[in-house]
């Protein structure tokens, strides 16, 4: 029995892998829109002023002052 579980496990183990790094790689992606692009900082304040909220707080012990404003 332990022989023919062994696939499946592999399966869900990469499909939760690919799950978790397209994850990371969107987080990225959202990050570097929002450092570059003002308009997308304004829909992302409208839509989720909490993500907005977490990116300020990032960016202060980093050293990048004045997105905010």
Known sequence: MACTMEPLAKKIFKS??????MGILR?????NEMNINQD??????????FILEVYYKSNKPSGMYGIRE
Do not use: D, E, G, N
Request: overall charge positive; some cysteine; charged content about 20%.
């Open 16 to 21: 939760i892998l690919v799950a978790k790094l």
């Open 27 to 31: 987080a990225y992606f959202c990050i």
């Open 40 to 49: 997308f900082r304004q829909t992302m304040s409208k839509k989720f002023p």
